[in-house]
């Protein structure tokens, strides 16, 4: 929402509670909590006027001033904010299961299911089934290395796409980048892609299933005003709540869709059936009768949609940021073709178990997920020596960087989301010459982001490229 509309929203929200505001006021006696630091709250919207259009930028901002561990009001709920290693390692290791819930959002009650997936469900019972699930059955090991030749071929689809691209043509890189990504995640989760043109038994149309998703990542990270000030939910001020309910059944119909398929072949299958993909996996879990809670049908939907939501918009934002850095700062980008040159050779591509050799890509990573997390925190200054000869990983044992996340809710998924970005990234500097579009000069490069469950480019990157490993590489 424009900053000037959420004035008026703000304002109108003032002048119609005044009332409630005098009844709430009447003299209740108040106990005086030891509280951390933070800006004095306004009544009803507390700190929120203090929240700007990049409220990561803001909440740093505020930060500044009032230091390490911070409190702040947001509409009705009081948040506190750390923003140092050591007080990550308090909140995140020391005092973990204290702060491992998810205030209830209108995303995940609308869209997923009333909370019954993964993302959005509060710490309890429910969750830590639904977390062990993740580890033990659904995030193993063994099961991700069984996806990795989906991996490998929808790169491959991607380079080769790329290879046909005429020299000249601009390109928008995200979409090319999420095609990728929701390939991967439709394979591994659904068990099959909806992007391909012409598919005669497909459910749903590419454009309408693209368009489906865009909406999914947008209304899953909106700041819904009846999520601070919950009395006001009713007024769906924003329409945001009708526009979940819709996407929601869609996306039901969609879902029941894909779970008869994978029922009929179940049933078809019988004692032979292995499970193949993650609905497959959940439906097995669904009808275990020894589940400690039993798993409904809209449960296995909901998960389905977390692993849309959290496995699509991260990888491809982050490859998008670190090509945009990496064009932004040539002498960088030299020394990852230098490196991918020595290293891999200009006659074969790189693989994910090729990755530890290529310890400045790593690097390249790192630094594009410190400066663009997906839950964003620290302060740019694009660097990737800093990790060069330090064993500072992204899985949270360093406090420094935490891209996916700490603790009991930490990513279930950084594993898939880690090789894809890297070997992405690798591969795509290695098989072509990137360029700004003619004309546009590196430092005039907007670098603007914008918030949403994620930080995206306020602009898409447009790019202009040209592949640079012999021809008959692209056809391996
Ligand atoms: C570059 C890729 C990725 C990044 C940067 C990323 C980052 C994150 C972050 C920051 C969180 C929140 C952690 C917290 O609340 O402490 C999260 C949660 C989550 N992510 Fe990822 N993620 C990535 C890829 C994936 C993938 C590939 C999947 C699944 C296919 C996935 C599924 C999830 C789920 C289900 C949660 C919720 C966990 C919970 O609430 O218990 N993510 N991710």
């Not at 909590?33 to 259009?53: M, Q, R, T, V, Y």
């Not at 899953?220 to 526009?243: A, E, H, T």
């Not at 993909?277 to 097995?284: F, I, S, Y």
């Not at 700004?436 to 907007?446: D, Q």
């Amino acid at each position: 929402m424009e900053p000037s509309t959420l004035i008026i929203t703000y304002t109108f929200i003032i002048l119609t509670t005044l009332t409630l505001i005098i009844i709430k006021l009447s003299g209740k006696p108040r106990r005086k909590l030891n509280l951390p630091p933070g800006p004095k709250p306004w009544p009803i919207i507390g700190n929120l006027n203090l929240i700007g259009a990049l409220p990561h930028r803001s909440i740093h901002q505020l930060s500044q001033t009032y230091g390490p561990i911070m409190q702040l009001k947001l509409g009705s709920f009081p948040v506190v904010v750390v923003s140092s290693v050591e007080m990550a390692k308090a909140v995140l290791n020391t005092q973990d299961v204290t702060f491992a819930s998810r205030p209830k959002t209108a995303a995940g009650k609308h869209i997923t299911y009333n909370y019954s997936g993964i993302l959005w469900s509060p710490y309890g019972p429910y969750w830590r089934q639904a977390h062990k699930m993740c580890i033990m059955e659904l995030f193993t090991p063994k099961r991700l290395e069984s996806y990795e030749y989906i991996r490998n071929q929808e790169l491959k689809y991607l380079i080769h796409d790329l290879y046909e691209m005429k020299p000249t043509t601009v390109i928008t890189l995200k979409d090319y980048l999420s095609i990728m990504n929701v390939n991967i995640i439709s394979r591994m989760v659904l068990g099959r892609k909806f992007t391909d043109e012409g598919s005669e038994n497909s459910i749903v149309s590419p454009e309408e299933f693209k368009k489906m998703l865009d909406e999914l990542f947008l209304l899953s990270g909106v700041l819904n005003i009846g999520d601070s000030i919950p009395w006001l939910d009713f007024l769906d001020l924003q329409g945001y709540i009708k526009r979940m309910k819709k996407l929601r059944k869609k996306f039901d119909w969609f879902l029941e869709h894909v779970l008869d398929e994978h029922n009929e072949r179940m049933t078809s299958e019988g004692e032979s059936f292995v499970a193949k993909d993650m609905v497959d996996v959940l439906l097995q879990l669904a009808a275990d009768p020894n589940l400690e809670i039993k798993l409904g049908r809209d449960s296995v939907k909901a998960f389905t949609l977390d692993f849309f939501v959290g496995g699509i918009d991260s990888s491809t934002l982050t490859l998008e940021w670190a090509m945009s850095e990496l064009l932004k700062q040539p002498q960088i980008l030299a020394k990852a073709i230098e490196e991918l040159d020595r290293v891999t050779g200009k006659n074969q591509w790189v693989y994910e178990k090729d990755i530890p050799n290529l310890p400045y890509i790593e690097a390249i990573v790192k630094e594009t997920m410190r400066m663009h997390p997906v839950a964003p925190t620290f302060v740019p200054r694009f660097r990737p020596e800093r990790f060069i000869g330090k064993a500072i990983d992204v899985i949270s044992n360093h406090f420094e960087l935490l891209p996916f996340g700490a603790g009991r809710r930490m990513c279930p998924g950084y594993s898939i989301g880690l090789k894809v970005v890297q070997v992405s990234l690798a591969n795509l500097l290695h098989g072509f010459k990137w360029m700004l579009p003619h004309g546009m000069k590196a430092e005039n490069l907007n670098m603007d982001e914008i918030f949403r469950l994620s930080t995206p480019r306020k602009v898409p990157l447009e790019v202009v490229l040209e592949p640079r490993l012999p021809s008959h590489i692209y056809f391996l």
